[in-house]
């Protein structure tokens, strides 16, 4: 909801918008509907003014069902159907019916997670699916960690393999060995030596 009046709702038509959903009794479909709230304005106790909104009580109106179809009687009072939130919904429905779920977090591909996760396609492994996200946390524990005392390694989730990060690298002058990150290994000497020779 909007806050155009103060980090309150006013009575505009987008502050005034309250969608709610219906379920389908027949096949449990969540259709969602908004209505237009009835705007009053009240003090509160501390003497600030502002708008409150109250979903009307009459006239109720049936309602198709957006998934089966069926009449649904008296199914609430409504003015607009939000078309474009129940084709995302029945669109996650059939997502979920053809097996599109992470055994593990229960998130729906191209439709769960954070908006950089919904472009991803999950992967199998031991037939059975699961996201990028649950997938490294598996294989990071499956594989062993190959860092030793001369190089670090990190688990890159997402090419989902342990990549070589850092190497332990003698001075050509002092052989004093310091820690280098992979693209860094071109130096020779370390920091000292380096600004001794400038």
């Not at 699916?129 to 997938?135: E, V």
Request: charged share 35%.
């Amino acid at each position: 909801m909007p806050s155009c009046d103060f980090g309150r709702p006013c009575d505009c038509r987008d502050c005034k918008r309250i969608d709610y959903t219906i379920i389908c009794p027949h096949c449990y479909f969540e259709n969602v509907v908004s209505v237009d709230g009835i705007a009053k304005w009240e003090t509160d106790r501390k003497g600030y003014t502002g708008v409150s909104l109250t979903k009307p009580d009459l006239p109720f109106r049936d309602l198709n069902c957006y998934s089966c179809k069926t009449m649904i009687r008296d199914a609430g009072v409504f003015d607009n159907i939000r078309i474009e939130v129940m084709e995302r919904n029945l669109g996650r429905q059939r997502a979920i019916e053809q097996g599109r779920v992470c055994v593990s977090c229960r998130k729906v591909e191209g439709y769960d997670g954070v908006f950089w996760e919904r472009d991803e396609r999950y992967k199998e492994k031991d037939g059975k699916k699961y996201c990028t996200t649950c997938l490294s946390k598996i294989l990071e524990k499956e594989t062993p960690n190959p860092s030793d005392t001369e190089s670090k390694y990190e688990f890159d989730k997402s090419r989902l393999e342990w990549v070589l990060r850092k190497v332990r690298q003698p001075c050509i002058r002092c052989q004093k060995k310091r820690w280098l990150n992979v693209e860094n290994t071109w130096k020779k000497q370390c920091s000292s030596c380096y600004s001794s020779t400038r």
